[in-house]
């Protein structure tokens, strides 16, 4: 049997982000095939298929036909147990998304080469950057026509800002698309050549051994220019930048096609990081340490209608998780055992028995957890930190359909609000509410779990989107800034905060304002 040092350590756990139909559900189907997958929350939505999740997921999902939940998918791949979150995109964009990634170890960025760096991709990669955890870029899509792959490196490091080592390098694209020139493993991997046939080695300059008509070819000195230059000018690899978060390797491939997905895979498991120490408010908490800890990074409400249950997201960040055990809930100091109540993430919801750190479980819960508690087994109690703010980019006006019903529908939304499911502003003098959300999504989730769950059926009023900025030096602040462009509200800890109409309206505000400073959480 091996130790629990040996099963942490045989942990890789992270995300992969990306804008939509960049190729994420593609790139996780690959993943999953060359590892044996050993179970899965939900299913990947595989669109080719029709096959949504297996489980009976809520009423919107089935109404929207899109999958809620984000899932977790984990497989085996050379002694290594990888983890899968998935961070979900389009319409089901939320603050979940941006929470799942406060449970991995690493990133996985994937751009099409098509169309470069976009706008979801910026968003999931500032919140990695904020944590300062491993970012590896995938490439993707070089059967087809893209950006020239420097073009693609530039806008790396100047819309994201961070710097790049190419590990291979496309020879070609499209039509033409060889293969890669594998700086890394110092190889040609060809394109639709299968098994061991496709690799072809090279000298010390880079040239094939032996005999091949891409020797000759334009294609091939173009590459070994742009190697040299790569060489000479580019950043040199470091595994501690890597680390650190500064440097994202970058794999050119081609998810589709199942081009390049092997090799990305054997090299990411071979940089990424085993599950890390986390902080806690009694120091660092060791992966390897004994006792049991995480905390709960998610909360799927409303699996099954007829009940009022939820599945808590746990990240393991310590010891290992064994069915029945007995843990403290450190908010509250309750303990509790976690047996007939914990159900686990797989296929068909089935039961998994033992997980250890950088593992993620779902328990059964019947409104015991909030997002961010930490559990603890043992004596010593300690929270892991904060999870950070996000931003709201959407907001609404909330206000009971029925008048009479009020108490229920301060309840529902002070608990969802506690909960983590959605963010409340309230406006000045008149104390009307206002919801924050970062995808449309949680206002629909909040809407149905207010009828489903506190019977309050709400009345909402878009005000579309708007850039939150909280203050500084709160006391330069007072009711009289607040304008229909600028409008001043309070948030739930009755902190000051303007919502600009847009950008215009915040430049403005911020030149006839100077001495007030703005500022937004996630910068
Ligand atoms: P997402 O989860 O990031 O949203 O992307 P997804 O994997 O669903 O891929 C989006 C589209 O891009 C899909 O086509 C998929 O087949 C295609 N795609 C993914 N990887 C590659 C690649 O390496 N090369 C090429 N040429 N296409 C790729 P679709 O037509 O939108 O969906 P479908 O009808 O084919 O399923």
Redesign the pocket.
């Known amino acids: 049997m091996a130790s629990l040092q040996e099963e942490v350590r045989s942990r890789r756990t992270f995300a992969i982000i990306?804008?939509?139909?960049?190729?994420?559900?593609?790139?996780?189907?690959k993943l999953l095939l060359f590892g044996g997958a050993i179970r899965a929350a939900g299913t990947v939505?595989g669109?080719?298929t029709g096959k949504y999740a297996t489980s009976d997921w809520m009423e919107i999902e089935k109404q929207r036909g899109i999958s809620v939940t984000s899932s977790v998918m984990q497989f085996e791949y050379n002694g290594y147990r990888v983890n899968i979150l998935d961070t979900p995109?389009?319409q089901d964009f939320s603050e979940d998304t941006y929470r799942t990634l406060m449970a991995v170890d690493s990133a996985v960025m994937?751009i099409?080469a098509a169309k470069g760096i976009e706008a979801q991709t910026i968003k999931l990669f500032k919140v990695c950057r904020m944590r300062g955890i491993p970012i590896f870029t995938f490439i993707?899509?070089?059967?087809?026509q893209g950006k020239p792959p420097l073009e693609l490196l530039s806008e790396l490091e100047e819309v994201l800002g961070i710097d790049s080592y190419p590990m291979n390098w496309p020879i070609g694209m499209g039509k033409e698309f060889f293969g890669i020139y594998d700086r890394f493993y110092h190889r040609v991997e060809q394109f639709r050549v299968e098994e061991e046939e496709r690799f072809l080695s090279l000298d010390e300059n880079g040239e094939i051994i032996g005999d091949h008509p891409i020797k000759e070819s334009d294609l091939y000195t173009q590459t070994l220019e742009d190697i040299l230059l790569l060489d000479e000018a580019g950043n040199e690899f470091s595994e501690e930048r890597v680390r650190e978060g500064t440097l994202t390797p970058v794999f050119f491939?081609?998810?589709?096609?199942n081009?390049g997905v092997q090799t990305f895979l054997e090299t990411y498991l071979q940089f990424a990081p085993e599950p890390q120490p986390r902080l806690s408010d009694q120091g660092e908490i060791d992966p390897c340490s004994d006792l049991f800890s995480g905390f709960v990074f998610k909360i799927q409400a409303n699996m099954n209608p007829a009940h009022r249950d939820r599945i808590a997201f746990v990240r393991i960040c310590s010891g290992k998780f064994n069915r029945g055990m007995s843990v403290t809930l450190s908010r509250t100091g309750k303990s509790m055992k976690l047996s007939q109540s914990t159900q686990f993430l797989a296929d068909d919801r089935s039961t998994v028995d033992e997980a250890v750190s950088g593992d993620i479980i779902g328990l059964y819960d019947t409104g015991t957890y909030q997002i961010g508690d930490t559990i603890v087994e043992g004596k010593k109690l300690f929270h892991f930190e904060k999870l950070p703010q996000f931003t709201p980019e959407l907001f609404v006006k909330v206000s009971p359909k029925n008048v009479m019903k009020q108490k229920s529908f301060h309840k529902g939304i002070q608990q969802l609000v506690q909960e983590g499911a959605i963010q409340l502003f309230r406006t000045y003098r008149t104390e009307e509410y206002i919801l924050g959300a970062v995808g449309q999504l949680q206002f629909e989730v909040f809407e149905h779990r207010m009828k489903n769950e506190y019977n309050s059926e709400v009345l909402m009023e878009p005000m579309g989107s708007k850039i939150a900025r909280w203050i500084e030096n709160e006391d330069a602040v007072n009711d009289s800034l607040s304008s229909s462009r600028s409008l001043l509200v309070k948030d739930r800890f009755d902190r000051k905060v303007f919502l600009f109409e847009n950008d215009f309206a915040l430049r403005w505000f911020q030149e006839k304002n100077p001495d007030i400073h703005l500022y937004n959480p996630m910068d």
Do not use: M, V, Y
């Open positions: 990306s804008h939509p139909d960049a190729g994420k559900t593609t790139l996780t189907e939505k669109k080719k995109g389009h994937i099409d993707n899509k070089l059967d087809r491939g081609s998810a589709l096609t081009f």
